[in-house]
C-alpha cells in the first residue's frame, strides 16, 4: 500500500463523528412508525440502500445490489488485482431494533474506504463493503438468506424461494419487487481463491463486555441456531360458562412447554433457548383459547449440544 499522506487522530474523528450521523439518518428508514424494523426487500430497506450507495459513491466506490438483494460497494484495487478483503455486517433488522445492530458494520466498512479515498491510500486488492439483505429471519422466519448466497449455499432451485410472508408474499415475488432476479444466484457467489478475509464488526448484543468493563472483544465461535414451530391446540370456551375441570386449554400447556424449554437450557452449559413468539386464537380476553402457536430459538456453539437439546 502506497500513499502520499495519512490520517491523524483528527481524521479518525472526523469519520467517527460522519458514522454516528450516518447511523442516526438511518433510522428513518424504517418500516414502522413506532420504533425500527427494517424487514427484507422492504420499503426501508429500498431507502437505505439508497442512502447508501451515495454515500459509497461519494468515496468512490462503484455499487451493485446482488441477486439476493444484498448492497455491495466496492473500492477497486490499484494495481488491479482479483482478490478482495470484505468488511460489513446486515442491514435487516429485528422489530424496535437497536440503532447499532448490523449497520454499525456496513458503516465501519464505508468509512475505513472512504479514508482510503480521501488520503489516497492505494490497496493492492479490492475492498467490498457488503451490506447483507437478511439475517434476522423476521419477514421470511429464516435468516442469511444474504450469506448464503454469496456462499454459494443458496441456488434458484431452493425451496425457501416459495415460502410465504405475513401478507402470502413469495420469497422469491419480493426478490423480484426488488429488482432482483432469484434465477441468478449464481452470480453472487464470491469464489473463495478471491476472498481475502471477511470482517463484520459488531455491537455486542449481550452484556458480558460491559460487565466486564471492556470496549471491545473478539468472537471466537458461532453459535449454531435451530427455529422451530410447535401448536398446542384445544377446545375454545366461554370463560364464564365452562367449569376449570372440563377445559382444555391449550395455553397453560404452551406455557408449561416455554418453562421446560428454560430448564433444559439452564441445564446444558453454553444452550440459548427462547420462546420468543405465541399466537394464540381466537386472543379475546373472556374465550378459551382453541389454539396455541409458538416460534422456538435454540442455540449453541457445539452443534452435537444443541441437536440433542433440541
Excluded at 441468478?184 to 464488526?201: H, K, N, T
Amino acid at each position: 500500500m502506497t500513499h502520499t499522506t495519512s490520517p491523524d487522530d483528527a481524521a479518525f474523528a472526523a469519520a467517527t463523528t460522519r458514522l454516528l450521523e450516518r447511523s442516526s439518518e438511518l433510522i428513518s428508514c424504517s418500516d414502522s412508525e413506532v420504533g425500527l424494523a427494517r424487514l427484507f426487500c422492504s420499503p426501508a430497506m429500498a431507502k437505505a440502500h439508497q442512502k447508501l450507495t451515495g454515500w459509497m459513491t461519494d468515496a468512490g466506490m462503484s455499487t451493485q445490489v446482488d441477486a439476493a438483494g444484498n448492497l455491495i460497494g466496492r473500492l477497486p484495487a490499484e494495481p488491479t488485482d482479483t482478490r478482495s478483503l470484505l468488511i460489513g455486517s446486515h442491514l435487516d433488522t429485528v422489530v424496535n431494533a437497536g440503532q447499532f445492530d448490523g449497520t454499525l458494520g456496513v458503516l465501519m466498512g464505508l468509512a475505513v474506504a472512504e479514508l482510503c479515498h480521501r488520503y489516497e491510500l492505494r490497496l493492492p486488492f479490492s475492498l467490498d463493503v457488503l451490506g447483507f439483505s437478511e439475517e434476522e429471519g423476521i419477514r421470511y422466519q429464516t435468516p442469511y438468506i444474504g450469506s448464503r448466497a454469496i456462499t454459494g449455499d443458496l441456488t434458484s432451485g431452493d425451496p425457501l424461494l416459495e415460502r410465504l410472508d405475513d401478507h402470502g408474499v413469495r420469497l422469491a415475488d419480493a426478490l423480484g419487487q426488488f429488482g432482483c432476479d432469484a434465477s441468478q444466484f449464481a452470480q453472487a457467489v464470491y469464489d473463495p481463491e478471491s476472498v481475502i478475509a471477511f470482517i463484520e464488526p459488531h455491537i455486542e448484543q449481550g452484556p458480558v463486555l460491559e460487565e466486564r468493563g471492556l470496549p471491545v472483544g473478539v468472537v471466537t465461535g458461532v453459535a449454531g441456531q435451530t427455529r422451530a414451530s410447535f401448536r398446542f391446540v384445544g377446545e375454545t370456551g366461554h370463560a364464564g360458562t365452562v367449569p376449570m375441570k372440563l377445559r382444555r386449554d391449550p395455553l397453560p400447556a404452551a406455557a408449561k412447554f416455554a418453562t421446560q424449554v428454560e430448564e433444559i437450557a439452564l441445564a446444558c452449559e453454553g444452550t440459548l433457548a427462547t420462546v420468543g413468539r405465541l399466537e394464540v386464537t381466537p386472543n379475546v380476553a373472556n374465550v378459551i383459547p382453541e389454539e396455541v402457536a409458538v416460534r422456538l430459538d435454540l442455540r449453541h456453539l457445539d452443534d452435537d449440544k444443541r441437536e440433542a437439546s433440541f
